[in-house]
């Protein structure tokens, strides 16, 4: 080869080489704002989502409390207790208080998106349930629920407003948890009002991608 096209391949080479180490330079520093810059996102987005499912329980433990305070409900759940300690499911007594209740309460449930409602007397007896389930009429002391979610929320819900986490419950064969809060006429404990939390909400919550491109 002459020595002319030598030296135009020689130059071009000096040329080359450090733009080829530069630019693989810059793409790599390139890729580690771009993974800062995502790390930096997920961060943000996980402390939202923290955020929106703390705000949600507190919502969750406020709606029981204040409902659990309600005279219509404290009424209803003095009727369903005191007629199914005495005639059980299947009366007419029964009957006519689930027929001037349950409109209001299916309406409560549905509005703010629970899976069902409750009563539960003291002794542990689910009188009352919105979604009619294999629950109804079952003990949460000495039953085959003795040991769930559900009988938890009863244990707490006798004292204080609690929260049960999310465990698999085999009636609604999903997962549930329960918010719990005492019904009370004055001193007295009438019964525990407990609401299902449906696993669909958290989904919800957990699932909305806006701005995670």
Do not use: C
């Not at 630019?23 to 943000?44: D, T």
């Not at 209803?76 to 689930?98: C, H, K, M, P, V």
């Not at 003291?122 to 389930?133: F, L, Q, S, W």
Request: glycine content about 6%; proline content about 2%; overall charge negative.
């Amino acid at each position: 080869m002459k020595l002319r096209p030598k030296l135009i391949l020689l130059f071009l080479a000096i040329g080359l080489i450090p733009l080829a180490i530069i630019s693989v330079y810059s793409l790599f520093e390139m890729r580690l704002e771009l993974i800062a810059k995502s790390k930096s996102e997920l961060n943000a987005i996980r402390e939202i989502k923290k955020n929106q499912i703390e705000a949600y329980f507190e919502e969750r433990h406020a709606d029981v409390e204040v409902y659990a305070l309600n005279s219509a409900v404290q009424q209803a759940a003095e009727r369903f207790i005191t007629t199914f300690n005495a005639t059980g499911l299947n009366s007419d007594q029964y009957s006519e208080w689930e027929d001037f209740h349950s409109s209001k309460l299916q309406k409560f449930i549905e509005a703010y998106g629970y899976y069902d409602l409750f009563f539960i007397s003291p002794t542990g007896d689910v009188v009352y349930t919105v979604a009619k389930e294999a629950d109804l009429g079952e003990n949460l002391v000495s039953g085959t629920l003795a040991d769930t979610g559900l009988a938890e929320a009863f244990e707490k819900g006798q004292t204080k407003t609690s929260i049960v986490d999310f465990s698999w419950y085999d009636i609604s064969n999903e997962p549930a948890s329960f918010v719990a809060s005492p019904i009370r006429k004055g001193k007295d404990l009438i019964g525990v009002l407990v609401l299902q939390i449906s696993l669909n909400s958290i989904n919800a919550l957990m699932q909305e991608r806006t701005g995670m491109g």
